[in-house]
């Protein structure tokens, strides 16, 4: 079992930054394949990012390439997603993800979910 939490979550005006964070705590956080995805109100939750156990392999939705870095620091059992250059259509509750492989996946591949954490742009 992992337990995934996210913090960092909050409002900012268009073309501001947030950073997310997500601690990974229970059995060995590392050997996952971490990502973020998001769901906004009356839609489904979709695939924001992910980043592979060794840090090397980074994947991104078409949406939030050039805007949004994801890392992981092993040591930390920390998963990041900086997020920059914000705009309104990034609203949405922002869900830290664990899976076993795959580098881009629906959201019924994840294995464990974090609470999620609200991101709000206002324009």
């Known amino acids: 079992q992992v337990q995934l939490v996210e913090s960092g979550g909050g409002l900012v005006q268009a073309g501001g930054s947030l950073r997310l964070s997500c601690a990974a705590s229970g059995r060995s956080g590392s050997s996952y394949v971490m990502g973020w995805f998001h769901q906004a109100p009356g839609k489904e939750r979709e695939f924001v990012a992910s980043?592979?156990?060794?840090?090397?392999?980074?994947y991104y939705a078409e949406s939030v390439k050039g805007r949004f870095t994801i890392s992981r620091d092993n040591a930390k059992n920390t998963v990041y997603l900086q997020m920059n250059s914000l705009k309104p259509e990034d609203t949405a509750v922002y869900y830290c993800?664990?899976?076993?492989?795959?580098?881009?996946?629906?959201?019924?591949?994840?294995?464990?979910w974090g609470q999620g954490t609200q991101v709000t742009v206002s324009s």
């Open positions: 980043i592979g156990w060794s840090g090397g392999d980074t």
């Open positions: 993800a664990a899976w076993f492989s795959g580098a881009v996946v629906a959201a019924r591949s994840v294995r464990f």
